[in-house]
């Protein structure tokens, strides 16, 4: 279908169910800009911080050759950085939740 035919199609169904509505729509960039508001940067660091240690934790297995698959009673964290603890407080449920540990 030709691009303008889409254009024809989206204004006529969008028109005629709202007649106020503009008549063009816009999809491009105003949608990605909108999007980037949503991101909670400071969860995607803190997630990332939690992503280390569920990391650090399975290396650390791995280097004494202890089965993965065994779950963990216990997991001690000792963060000497102010925002591997806030990460850590924040997100404790996150990391219990890891397959590493046992429920």
Do not use: F, W, Y
Request: contains cysteine; charged residues 40%.
């Amino acid at each position: 279908m030709p691009r303008t035919s889409q254009k024809r199609c989206t204004k006529n169904l969008v028109r005629n169910v709202d007649p106020e509505a503009p008549e063009s729509v816009s999809h491009g960039a105003t949608g990605r800009r909108q999007k980037k508001k949503l991101i909670d940067t400071e969860l995607e660091t803190q997630m990332n911080v939690i992503r280390e240690i569920v990391e650090a934790s399975s290396n650390a297995r791995q280097k004494i050759k202890e089965k993965i698959e065994m779950a963990l009673k216990k997991i001690v964290v000792a963060p000497k950085k102010e925002d591997v603890l806030a990460a850590v407080s924040n997100l404790e449920e996150v990391l219990k939740d890891r397959p590493m540990r046992k429920r």
